[in-house]
């Protein structure tokens, strides 16, 4: 596009909307500008889209998920349509630098971490595979809380992004759909038919909010709905005419928390209404509006499973059965065998976790009473469920009521997913087979080609191309275009494996890009750190499973070593971390606390500083994360094995050739399988080793005992000399007062991750040995694109094809 054509778009915009020139706008008003004209332009393409796959009658996927972390827009879409650089050039003329326009937008934080940025990805994916889809989602309010370290604490702060993050955002008020809570279920016969409804129920309305997503270089432009939940006018209406002004009032309040605050934890579930009002208000909105375009295009739901896909994105929309099935038997009459019929083979399943305090389950009380039609519908699943299982395993009690939908007073979600969805997948190799041998194994049983792999994969022109351009611009000059529309185009780049001045380019380019993270460290921490220091990064939720502690238990030992033999011969490095922790998560707090206390110890002691730094950034969000990645030498992947059910950070920081520093956990197995064992710094106990040291009885004080190393940093913790004591840390690692001590054996792995680190310190000295390594790392990440798992998810799950 020409920049006049841009500077006349602008400027009718800019008057528009805010009643001004262009040259009079403030940067504010500039940068809405861009991106109502940007969304502009996606609006014309999603139209030409539409009316494509519309008239192919293609089946579409609709992806449900509590959670998309959208992260920024512009430069995304700018880049996807090809026009960065000529919106730079016109805003130029304005002397508006681009990247500034870029620093003003808020990430749309619509999510806790992985599983939340992976839906994201795979909407990306599809747009760029031209396959039609629908995510579904909540407006919140409130993203991800804002997280700043004050005194060592971490402190929340609320997330106010709609401020400038509702440019993005088209409402449909026309297209409010009524979502009923509570109240009692009414069944009659009528003309020989049963007859249910629900009354004296509570209707809230969710009005849907449209938020485009471009696909690269393609003609592709899907959406992502997010419901925003408004009480009825019509309800205040009549409490007004009663009188009853303030219960008006209130229950307006009450219907519009529904979509007011992501919940922030990813570690656990808690039982709450509110979170349960938000699961089926998204549902329930959401497959109204699939069934109404359905019979916009079909004349009935039966050739729904043909036309729809429904993605469930782990348990948080399981409501999808019982509510699919209610609108079927319910709205549309059919029997219960047809429309079960119709769910399984319209409805699969993801699951994204083994910890089994994350496995959704509600309070059956709860549920009846807040979804009292649903209930009846779930404890009928549950009914025939049972009956079947009794046939399968006679008089085997336990296994049944381990596999029931409804026991002990609980409804439990991945159960009702895996009664009904016609597949069910893990997100790594690894984790699909515990799913089949472990958690789901009496499910597996009854119906293995249920389950498949779908190793998780990375939108990476965000990731690799947008978000560092350098190093992208040298691919393109080393291995063509290619890559830009096939990651796996990334393998060519092994020709200069061994090519000193390909390894050199690498090196400066690393180079670059850590002198740009210095600098926002600089200002961030105010903290001097070297950009020719080792950058070995853990950036990720903070959760014990993941074993940040194992990292600052390290940190704690060099710093004893160093301070013994001031003199050792070691490569300076900067350990960097960035992580939330779930606001009421107890010892991820006491973690960061850590982390903050080694920090300065580390930081603030000359003998030490030169040679080791420790910094904490603060807001960990998508883009602190753009930032950091292509900075990164070193990726710690150091979960406990068989409990990361992937990472995708590991994607990330692996093409952006950091070198990964991790257990065979998760996708890491796959990595390792792609780089072999020459390019990964593996360390641990493996899977089937962490559960057989279970079996024979883990005793993390034997462990303490027997390694001086491990004991002076544990004794560390409760010395006083990191200027507070952490006895809860201590205590969690050597006794059982919180179950079982040391549940994630960070004392089994302290002696190989110690002598891992030394091997990386020691391999570093040798650069071009090193940037061998990284050079691998970046031509074998083509297989964790997303385009590659979104084909798998077409292919073998829904069925569907990218449109002409
Ligand atoms: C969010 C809310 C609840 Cl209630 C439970 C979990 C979460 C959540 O954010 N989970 C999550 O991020 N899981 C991660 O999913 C990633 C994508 O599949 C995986 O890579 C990662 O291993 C997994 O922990």
Not at 719 to 741: H, M, P, Q, W
Request: proline share 3%; hydrophobic share 40%.
């Amino acid at each position: 596009m020409q920049k006049e054509k841009i500077l006349s778009l602008l400027s009718e915009k800019c008057m528009q909307s805010f009643g001004c020139d262009l040259d009079e706008a403030t940067k504010q008003q500039t940068y809405r500008a861009v991106c109502l004209v940007v969304r502009d332009l996606l609006v014309q393409t999603r139209n030409d889209f539409c009316s494509r796959y519309e008239k192919q009658q293609a089946k579409q996927v609709y992806y449900m998920s509590m959670e998309f972390l959208v992260g920024t827009s512009l430069h995304n879409n700018l880049y996807n349509l090809g026009l960065e650089d000529s919106f730079r050039a016109a805003l130029a003329d304005l002397n508006v630098d681009l990247d500034d326009l870029y620093e003003i937008e808020p990430d749309a934080g619509l999510g806790n971490g992985g599983l939340g940025r992976l839906a994201s990805c795979y909407m990306d994916a599809m747009s760029s595979l031209h396959i039609p889809a629908t995510g579904f989602s909540l407006r919140y309010e409130f993203g991800i809380f804002k997280q700043k370290i004050i005194d060592g604490w971490q402190m929340e702060f609320p997330d106010n992004w709609l401020d400038m993050g509702d440019v993005w955002l088209i409402p449909r008020k026309e297209d409010a759909v009524e979502v009923k809570f509570g109240g009692q279920v009414h069944e009659w016969m009528q003309d020989g038919k049963l007859k249910i409804e629900q009354y004296d129920y509570t209707p809230v309305l969710a009005v849907p909010y449209d938020m485009f997503i471009s696909g690269y270089d393609s003609g592709a432009v899907n959406k992502l709905v997010l419901w925003s939940a408004k009480s009825p006018s019509n309800m205040d209406m009549n409490a007004f005419s009663r009188g009853d002004y303030v219960k008006a009032i209130e229950q307006n309040a009450m219907a519009e928390a529904i979509s007011k605050v992501l919940y922030p934890a990813d570690d656990h579930v808690e039982g709450k209404i509110l979170r349960l009002k938000q699961q089926y208000l998204f549902v329930s909105a959401s497959l109204q509006s699939i069934v109404k375009n359905h019979l916009k295009h079909f004349d009935s739901l039966d050739s729904l499973p043909q036309k729809a896909a429904i993605h469930i994105n782990d348990t948080h929309p399981a409501l999808c059965v019982p509510e699919l099935l209610r609108i079927l038997l319910d709205d549309y009459g059919y029997d219960w065998d047809r429309a079960w019929d119709i769910c399984q083979n319209t409805l699969a399943y993801t699951n994204h976790t083994v910890m089994s305090e994350a496995l959704e389950r509600w309070p059956e009380y709860l549920f009846r009473e807040q979804l009292p039609r649903i209930y009846q519908l779930v404890a009928e699943i549950n009914r025939r469920l049972v009956n079947q299982l009794n046939t399968v395993y006679p008089g085997d009690l336990a296994k049944i009521e381990y596999m029931a939908v409804i026991a002990n007073n609980e409804v439990r979600m991945a159960n009702l997913c895996l009664a009904c969805c016609h597949k069910v997948n893990g997100v790594s190799k690894l984790h699909s087979d515990i799913l089949k041998d472990s958690i789901f194994h009496d499910y597996y049983h009854i119906a293995p080609d249920k389950f498949t792999n779908v190793t998780n994969g990375i939108a990476y022109r965000r990731w690799l191309c947008q978000s560092n351009p350098k190093l992208t611009e040298k691919l393109r000059e080393w291995i063509g275009d290619g890559f830009l529309h096939d990651a796996n185009a990334l393998e060519k780049l092994m020709k200069y494996y061994d090519k000193a001045n390909v390894l050199q380019d690498l090196q400066k380019i690393k180079r670059y890009n850590k002198e740009v993270l210095c600098n926002y460290i600089a200002r961030s921490n105010g903290i001097n750190v070297d950009p020719n220091s080792i950058f070995d990064v853990q950036i990720k939720r903070l959760h014990e499973y993941k074993r940040q502690l194992l990292n600052v238990l390290h940190i704690m030992h060099l710093y004893c070593v160093i301070k013994e033999n001031p003199n050792l011969d070691i490569p300076p490095r900067t350990f960097i971390f960035a992580a939330k922790a779930s606001a009421g998560y107890f010892m991820a707090k006491q973690v960061i606390r850590l982390i903050d206390a080694v920090s300065k110890l580390v930081n603030s002691d000359p003998a030490v500083r030169e040679k080791v730094k420790v910094v904490f950034l603060e807001d960990y969000k998508v883009s602190l994360a753009e930032i950091i990645i292509p900075a990164a030498d070193i990726s710690e992947q150091i979960s406990i094995a068989g409990k990361e059910a992937s990472g995708t950070g590991n994607m990330k920081l692996m093409i952006n050739g950091a070198v990964t520093l991790g257990t065979l956990d998760g996708a890491n197995v796959e990595i390792h399988e792609q780089v072999g064992d020459d390019n990964i710094f593996l360390f641990g106990l493996t899977a089937p080793e962490v559960e057989e040291l279970w079996k024979k009885g883990y005793n993390p004080v034997e462990y303490y005992n027997g390694n001086l190393e491990l004991r002076r940093v544990i004794d560390m913790l409760t010395s006083g000399v990191l200027g507070s004591r952490f006895d809860e840390i201590a205590k969690s690692l050597l006794t059982n007062s919180y179950g079982a001590a040391d549940a994630y054996m960070t004392l089994a792995d302290f002696d190989s991750y110690v002598r891992k680190q030394e091997e990386v310190g020691r391999t570093y000295l040798d650069k071009r040995k090193f940037f061998n390594m990284s050079l691998v790392n970046i031509a074998k990440a083509g297989l964790f694109s997303a385009d590659r798992a979104v084909t798998e998810y077409a292919d073998d799950i829904w069925q569907v094809k990218g449109i002409k």
